[in-house]
């Protein structure tokens, strides 16, 4: 079990951004959250195995999506904390 922390630029914000990373989140089966930043950005803290969060990085880039466009994922990995029992978006 691993933890990310991922901060995604780009029209990343009021395209519904959020809710598709609920869906990649709940695809691949990592616990967190997501949620905006003051500066535009989405940062996004997840847990799970190394696989299931490589995939969901993968996801959360969101490439063929004609509204989202994420430009970069900048991602910090650090030991699970084994905090979350699911995925929420936070407002």
């Known amino acids: 079990m691993e933890r990310i922390t991922a ?5 990343v914000q009021g395209v519904g951004y959020r809710h598709f990373i ?11 959250y997501v949620r905006n930043l003051p500066d535009g950005t989405v940062e ?15 996801l959360a880039h969101a490439r063929g999506n004609p509204v989202i466009q994420v430009e970069d994922i900048s991602v910090t990995n650090s030991p699970a904390t084994e905090e979350f029992h699911y995925f929420r978006a936070e407002w």
Do not use: Y
């Open 7 to 11: 901060v995604a630029k780009g029209r």
């Open 22 to 32: 609920e869906g990649c989140a709940q695809a691949t089966g990592v616990h967190g």
């Open 44 to 58: 996004m803290v997840a847990e799970s195995s190394p696989a299931s969060l490589a995939d969901f990085v993968r």
